[in-house]
């Protein structure tokens, strides 16, 4: 039970560590490309993504059987995608579409695509597609079946949903801050933008735990995605190099 807490806490708290890394700690202030940070990021996601495998290995290896295609859950799972993403398009288009508040992202943003080369149409759309269907899928094998999977053992449902949503959440905190800078803007929109966050990942791990299967929460995360980078490029394409 101890051992399994321990990975449990070093889960949950490694992806915000190396958020905080790549995104703040090795950032560069004009912008340049920057291989380590790059490194760095690689190094963290390939940490982060086959730690849940090789303690499963070593541990607890009745968790590796992979389960079969199924369909349960996924129309939940594109409903409440297609959802999520409907309001996120209203929610930019209406209010947040050319406003200084989206400059100011936009500017951050073009820097840290700088640094990892990615500051042109064809990067920004190849790191979107990766983003949206292989991280996905990573985050969920990562969130819902390691961190989401191992709370349930030792807590009730409701705080395994509660506790694995906050882990998701804490390391979109450092990225919405550094893409959002400042005091007002942490509690206008860095916070209620984060708390969305783990509202999304309570509702994966509870459709996880429903349809008991990684496919229904991958599919509804990839629709969520694939909306942010839409987003993202309509802000981004002024500052693309052609």
């Given at each position: 039970?101890?051992?399994?807490?321990?990975?449990?806490?070093?889960?949950?708290?490694?992806?915000?560590?190396?958020?905080?890394?790549?995104?703040?700690?090795?950032?560069?202030?004009?912008?340049?490309?920057?291989?380590?940070?790059?490194?760095?990021?690689?190094?963290?996601?390939?940490?982060?993504?086959?730690?849940?495998?090789?303690?499963?290995?070593?541990?607890?290896?009745?968790?590796?059987?992979?389960?079969?295609?199924?369909?349960?859950?996924?129309?939940?799972?594109?409903?409440?995608?297609?959802?999520?993403?409907?309001?996120?398009?209203?929610?930019?288009?209406?209010?947040?579409?050319?406003?200084?508040?989206?400059?100011?992202?936009?500017?951050?943003?073009?820097?840290?695509?700088?640094?990892?080369?990615?500051?042109?149409?064809?990067?920004?759309?190849?790191?979107?597609?990766?983003?949206?269907?292989?991280?996905?899928?990573?985050?969920?094998?990562?969130?819902?079946?390691?961190?989401?999977?191992?709370?349930?053992?030792?807590?009730?449902?409701?705080?395994?949903?509660?506790?694995?949503?906050?882990?998701?959440?804490?390391?979109?905190?450092?990225?919405?801050?550094?893409?959002?800078?400042?005091?007002?803007?942490?509690?206008?929109?860095?916070?209620?933008?984060s708390l969305c966050v783990a509202v999304g990942g309570a509702v994966?791990?509870?459709?996880?735990?429903?349809?008991?299967?990684?496919?229904?929460?991958?599919?509804?995360?990839?629709?969520?995605?694939?909306?942010?980078?839409?987003?993202?490029?309509?802000l981004m394409a002024p500052y693309l190099a052609r």
């Amino acid at each position: 039970m101890i051992r399994d807490w321990a990975a449990l806490v070093f889960a949950m708290v490694f992806p915000t560590l190396m958020s905080w890394v790549y995104f703040i700690g090795l950032a560069t202030q004009a912008g340049q490309p920057n291989p380590t940070a790059l490194l760095a990021y690689g190094v963290g996601k390939g940490v982060q993504f086959t730690f849940p495998f090789f303690y499963a290995l070593l541990f607890d290896r009745s968790r590796l059987r992979p389960s079969a295609p199924t369909a349960r859950g996924l129309g939940l799972a594109i409903g409440f995608g297609s959802l999520v993403a409907a309001g996120m398009f209203v929610l930019y288009a209406v209010w947040l579409r050319g406003t200084p508040l989206m400059e100011v992202a936009g500017r951050q943003i073009i820097g840290k695509l700088r640094e990892f080369g990615l500051a042109t149409p064809a990067g920004y759309v190849l790191f979107g597609g990766f983003i949206s269907v292989v991280h996905s899928l990573f985050e969920e094998y990562y969130f819902r079946w390691f961190i989401f999977g191992g709370l349930k053992r030792y807590l009730r449902l409701s705080g395994a949903v509660a506790l694995s949503a906050l882990a998701f959440m804490a390391h979109h905190i450092v990225v919405l801050a550094v893409y959002f800078p400042g005091a007002a803007e942490f509690l206008t929109v860095v916070l209620p933008f984060s708390l969305c966050v783990a509202v999304g990942g309570a509702v994966w791990a509870w459709l996880y735990d429903r349809a008991q299967s990684l496919y229904a929460p991958w599919l509804s995360h990839l629709i969520v995605d694939v909306a942010i980078m839409v987003v993202g490029y309509d802000l981004m394409a002024p500052y693309l190099a052609r």
